[in-house]
């Protein structure tokens, strides 16, 4: 294992840190080389909660794990004692450098939220028609080559971020909020949009960099970092040429396709065509939901809690009264005689009701304030009861009427279909947008259960070229061909249902 690793591992762990952090910000300040007491000086209030002899012995740890490296101290020798005892500094190594690098990348991006980023790809045409316009005369441009060819890759780096951050947002794309799901959809839109009109023109200029000589070109860049220096060896110049074609290959790989290797862009596509209908299934769901569902385990934990709340009792019956609608019973009276003898025998409050005398009450009569003669009319809904069972029963029938054409599990082409009725064509336009939607590429088979849970569809590429075309009574539908099986999962015959 790398040693200098170690110290995130030990137990003062955050002593070790601040240190490196001291160096790290010295070095900012041109400064490389520390004694003792700059870095006691530089870790500030952290300096103040450790003992001096503690954080000596940090810097001679991370000197053995190789963070650190020491160097004589002579600045200040002027007796024959300094001589005897020799001062050190304190230098941050190659190693603990680039560690101390990584730490600090992963602390700026671990707890950071992905933004989604402009893909950046007019930027990176532009800078490709410089380059090619250059190429021709390599020599005499070579600077401006150098400089070209370096925003073209630090463009390049800056659109695979911006991918990979969609690819992320499209993968997580379940746990949502409603907002997010719709700017997720128009940075799709605006994304795929870019891609078809930006990706077949850089992959055009690239091809025409690499007729006009590429290998010439990354030679002029290689010789342009090297200077003037004299003492850099034919293989040298040989390995360099082939770090840049490596990274000329990956930035070629996004937008230039093979026979059988599909370029990035291309599989990019195909991924936001085929994530974008399920987008807009969520995006309309959202709309359609507009209205939050009632939850009654919710309501009654926020009564629960109005009730813990409440100041008194009495503050604890008015909420009774007014959630569950328990109010007095106005058509009940007493007389002033009954309260009377009520008062006069002085019965406690906690006297049981079985034991207390009756209480004796009259009925007020409200006949003449009533606001109906007797009760209301029974109306019989039998007859529109049966004319919804039947509505029903004939649109579960038309659906297994749909399914016939493809629904019997076989496997067939889309070819095969040729013509589909209006209620067949709905049918299959709905697995067919299921179907596409799970999967990410053109090649891929998918299986997937249909939204209602009654079909299970199997689709997979032909291999071929051959291209589909279904006439319904709206028009023609065509694509590219598949084979396409669908199986019910449930039987035939559906349910009576009841009203």
């Known amino acids: 294992m790398i040693s200098v690793f170690e110290y995130i591992r030990a137990e003062k762990a955050p002593l070790y840190r601040a240190i490196m952090r001291v160096f790290i910000d010295s070095k900012e300040r041109f400064v490389v080389q520390l004694r003792l007491q700059d870095v006691i000086s530089g870790m500030g209030t952290i300096a103040e909660m450790s003992e001096r002899p503690q954080i000596e012995s940090a810097l001679t740890r991370l000197c053995e794990w190789g963070n650190l490296q020491t160097r004589p101290d002579t600045s200040n020798v002027s007796t024959v ?163 840049w074609r490596l990274r000329w290959e990956r930035f070629r790989s996004w937008f230039i396709s093979h026979p059988n290797d599909p370029s990035r862009s291309v599989l990019l596509r195909e991924r936001l065509r085929a994530s974008l209908p399920a987008l807009l299934r969520m995006s309309a769901g959202i709309h359609v939901q507009g209205a939050p569902r009632m939850d009654r385990i919710r309501d009654f934990q926020i009564l629960a809690r109005w009730f813990a ?130 999967r990410s590429s053109a090649e891929d088979t998918v299986e997937i259960v249909s939204g209602d849970g009654c079909l299970k569809v199997r689709m997979e590429p032909t291999g071929d070229d051959r291209q589909a075309r279904i006439s319904t009574a709206d028009g023609m539908f065509s694509g590219p061909d598949q084979w396409i099986s669908v199986e019910p999962i449930v039987t035939e015959e559906m349910p009576e249902v009841a009203i």
Request: aromatic content about 6%; proline content about 3%; some cysteine.
């Open 309 to 438: 709340e409440a100041g008194s009792d009495a503050e604890a019956h008015v909420l009774w009264r007014s959630a569950f609608g328990l109010c007095p019973a106005r058509h009940l009276v007493i007389n002033e005689a009954t309260l009377g003898e009520r008062e006069a025998q002085d019965i406690p409050a906690n006297a049981s009701w079985m034991e207390a005398p009756p209480l004796r009450i009259v009925a007020s009569d409200y006949r003449g304030t009533s606001r109906t003669d007797g009760l209301s009319r029974i109306i019989d809904r039998s007859a529109e009861k049966e004319r919804l069972a039947a509505a029903t029963r004939e649109d579960a029938q038309r659906l297994l009427n749909a399914q016939h054409p493809f629904g019997n599990g076989n496997r067939i082409r889309l070819s095969e279909l040729e013509h589909l009725e209006n209620g067949e064509f709905e049918l299959f336009l709905d697995l067919l947008g299921e179907a596409v939607s799970a």
């Open 81 to 243: 004692e300094d001589f005897c005892n020799p001062r050190h500094k304190f230098q941050m190594t190659s190693q603990g450098e680039a560690f101390e690098k990584a730490l600090a990348f992963y602390d700026a991006n671990s707890e950071r939220d992905r933004q989604m980023q402009h893909s950046g790809l007019a930027d990176i045409r532009f800078a490709v028609q410089e380059l090619k316009q250059l190429s021709p005369q390599a020599e005499r441009n070579a600077g401006q080559i150098h400089r070209s060819i370096l925003l073209l890759l630090a463009l390049f780096e800056d659109h695979s971020t911006a991918v990979q951050t969609l690819i992320h947002k499209l993968d997580g794309r379940t746990d949502m909020h409603p907002p997010d799901v719709r700017r997720l959809v128009d940075y799709c839109r605006r994304f795929l949009g870019e891609l078809e009109l930006e990706a077949d023109v850089i992959g055009e200029l690239a091809r025409e960099i690499e007729k006009a000589g590429l290998d010439h070109l990354i030679l002029v860049v290689v010789r342009r970092s090297i200077g003037e220096r004299k003492d850099v060896s034919p293989k040298a110049i040989a390995d360099a040429c082939s770090q």
